[in-house]
């Protein structure tokens, strides 16, 4: 990622609110009526956000050979995908099993290798553990370039994929861990991507033998563009009750007379390598309690967290 440097002034102008239209994803949370009581501590919020532009990442020979090695692929597996800016890699066929995709200029890797896990006629043997994993993991992600400064220390999403027998009390029985994954998340400036690793980091599984049988690749170059002050209190309260946060799980909102905000965490909004974006922005999200009058309901809610002033950073 690029950096800025040298020494700068900031001075505060006028500009338009980038926040109104950030792209959160789920249905926009909006009730008739609602009175917001603020309880999170804002005390670990830094005063100011970047926002980043995604200017074009270009994976050196090194970075593609060593994603080709993953699959052992070799030269003579390029194919010739429809899009000019993608190389591809796969095996022979009409429907092919094992393939790897480099997006050049975007910042993107996907590979599949459909045998890596429960090969027909093999046994299931030689599955990582949690630790070793997330080791393999780290490794990867280096092997790819990326700097370890720009990788959250604490692991994202860990999973296991299993298969059993089902007795006849309906009981499963004889389970075995088919595959596991692992998901590392990208910080900037010490503030993580929102989600799993999908919209802006790695996800990476292994199947018999640490053989790799998936990974995604999130990781756009991005420069800093523009610094924008961080949105007050009542700026974040205005915004929920404006209709500009979004749920990230669904629910039933009609009922929700009043909420309690308990804490706020910073994010940066990626996307999935399918929908480039133009513009990395923060976000917040809000853990909140709903008074629903005879119980309560916790949930999460994802909003601005810059307001419309701008720092523009001029040279001295």
Not at 217 to 234: F, G, I, K
Request: aromatic content about 10%; charged content about 20%; proline content about 7%.
């Amino acid at each position: 990622m690029n950096s800025v440097s040298g020494h700068w002034i900031f001075l505060l102008v006028a500009a338009p609110a980038l926040a109104d239209s950030l792209p959160l994803e789920g249905p926009a949370y909006h009730p008739a009526e609602l009175t917001i009581e603020w309880k999170a501590s804002t005390e670990q919020l830094p005063k100011s956000f970047w926002v980043y532009k995604v200017i074009p990442q270009n994976f050196s020979a090194g970075v593609i050979s060593n994603a080709m090695a993953i699959g052992n692929f070799q030269p003579r597996n390029l194919a010739k995908p429809a899009d000019k800016n993608l190389i591809q890699f796969r095996d022979a066929g009409p429907h092919p099993s094992h393939y790897l995709k480099i997006a050049l200029g975007a910042g993107w890797m996907e590979y599949y290798d459909g045998q890596a896990k429960m090969p027909i006629g093999e046994p299931i043997e030689g599955v990582p553990d949690e630790h070793k994993v997330e080791v393999l993991a780290r490794d990867y992600l280096h092997q790819f370039g990326i700097d370890r400064s720009q990788v959250l220390a604490k692991r994202g999403y860990a999973g296991d994929e299993r298969k059993g027998t089902l007795s006849a009390a309906g009981a499963d029985t004889d389970v075995e861990v088919v595959a596991r994954e692992i998901s590392l998340i990208r910080q900037i400036d010490g503030i993580p991507f929102y989600g799993k690793g999908n919209l802006g980091g790695f996800w990476i599984q292994f199947g018999n033998h640490g053989k790799v049988s998936g990974f995604d690749l999130v990781w756009p170059n991005l420069l800093p563009h523009e610094l924008r002050t961080t949105a007050s209190v009542d700026q974040i309260v205005a915004s929920v009750k404006n209709g500009k946060a979004s749920l990230r799980t669904g629910r039933a909102v009609e009922h929700d007379k009043k909420l309690t905000i308990t804490a706020i965490t910073p994010y940066y909004l990626g996307a999935h390598w399918s929908a480039p974006q133009e513009f990395v922005h923060p976000i917040a999200s809000l853990s909140v309690i709903a008074d629903l009058g005879n119980r309560t309901e916790a949930f999460e809610l994802v909003c601005p967290i810059v307001s419309p002033t701008t720092s523009s950073p001029t040279p001295r």
